[in-house]
């Protein structure tokens, strides 16, 4: 009987140790302390935008030829109005320079007949001064009337001569103008189509061909990029945007929405979007920025300075959060009201506290309610 009850206890104790070496052990996980700071609103792009100059343009010549000059190469910085490329220009020379001979002799044959209507004008009133004192008969005072009548439509035949000339003039000279490409705007050279020799054409209609140069005006540039449609009527012009380049990643430049599409593209069956276009404020000087690149834009709807915010991966469905309890050592569900919201941070309103401290990730398996958790050690320096 003694025997018995002093194994016992013994039995109880080994079950103890048993129990106590073989308990479930807390899960160890990382934790994150809830602090203040910037929350925003955001609406961002849902594919990759294009980095566009505000002027580019493809100068074609609109007239054949053989180019006879190239001023430029490509990468080169030109200003307005320089010339760029000329075509062969001694047959449209020779023309203008026929035309302004022809010109100078309608104008040597203009005075010589306007000199003659003088004259004849004259002695049309001599004659008729004399034929009112009955000393000149009256048919020749008539012939001298016809013939100054005759000289005046000759002066201004002559006239009407000089005009037709000077606009035949002002068109081989626009002709000749035709054959020389100039910068209409300060830019870089793109791209050049069109060697010393070569015989260009231009464009048949409907049946593009390369330009012969592809001038760049990179002192102005922007993003264009599509967004969703559901976003585009929460979008305004001159809200801030950050701009994101994949040339250079981990900077972020400052721009402003200048404008929104007034349609919304269907290139996706699933996916209707509305392209918004964005300026840089101002376009960045300490980058080569080169257009074609891809771009992404997050364009700030709402912002709150100094708020409390938890990381948006950390929340469950329903915005929920698993809170540890260092009491107790185990994590408590805890339900939360919450503000803005973006894919990095979510601002809190009500259900947790400066310096509460909430599981970080949801990727662990296992973990809910209730469950003994212990949080892991910080890695060293």
């Known amino acids: ?42 609406v961002a792009n849902t ?3 294009t980095l566009k100059a505000c002027r580019r343009t493809h100068l074609s010549f609109n007239q054949g030829g053989r180019v006879e000059q190239r001023l430029v190469e490509e990468g080169q910085r030109v200003a307005a109005g320089e010339v760029l490329m000329r075509l062969r220009q001694d047959e449209l020379q020779a023309r203008v320079e026929e035309v302004q001979a022809r010109l100078q002799g309608l104008a040597n044959q203009r005075e010589q007949r306007c000199l003659q209507a003088d004259l004849e004008q004259r002695d049309h ?38 005009r037709e ?16 490409l100039r910068a209409p705007f300060a830019g870089i050279v793109a791209e050049i189509n069109g060697e010393v020799g070569e015989f260009v054409t231009p464009s048949p209609p409907g049946i593009p061909t390369p330009p012969a140069v592809d001038l760049i005006d990179d002192s102005c540039l922007y993003v264009e990029a599509p967004i969703d449609e559901v976003d585009a009527a929460r979008v305004q012009p001159g809200m801030p945007v950050r701009i994101s380049l994949d040339a250079f990643r981990g900077q972020h430049f400052a721009g402003q929405v200048r404008r929104i599409a007034p349609f919304v593209r269907d290139l996706e069956r699933q996916a209707r979007t509305a392209d918004v276009e964005v300026r840089f404020e101002p376009t960045p000087t300490e980058v080569a920025l080169l257009t074609g690149y891809s771009a992404d834009v997050e364009i700030l709807l709402q912002q709150r300075a100094d708020t409390l915010r938890i990381p948006t991966e950390s929340l469950l469905e329903g915005g929920r959060v698993l809170r540890y309890d260092p009491v107790a050592g185990v994590l408590r569900e805890v339900q939360l009201t919450l503000g803005l919201a973006n894919w990095r941070w979510t601002e809190v309103l009500a ?10 990730s949801l990727e662990q398996d296992g973990l809910g309610d209730g469950v003994a958790v212990r949080p892991a050690q910080a890695p060293a320096p």
């Open 1 to 42: 009987m003694n025997k018995g009850w002093i194994a016992l206890p013994l039995l109880l104790s080994l079950g103890a140790a048993f129990w106590w070496w073989n308990r479930p052990q807390p899960l160890e996980v990382a934790l994150l302390a809830v602090e203040r700071g910037a929350v925003e609103s955001l």
């Open 47 to 49: 594919r990759a935008g």
């Open 125 to 162: 009133q001599r004659l008729a001064s004399l034929q009112a004192r009955q000393l000149v008969a009256e048919d020749r005072v008539d012939q001298s009337a016809t013939r100054a009548r005759l000289a005046r439509l000759a002066c201004s035949a002559s006239a009407t001569a000089m």
């Open 165 to 180: 000339a000077e606009a035949n003039l002002a068109l081989q000279r626009a002709l000749l103008d035709q054959a020389t």
């Open 351 to 360: 259900g947790l506290s400066e310096g509460d401290r909430i599981l970080a």
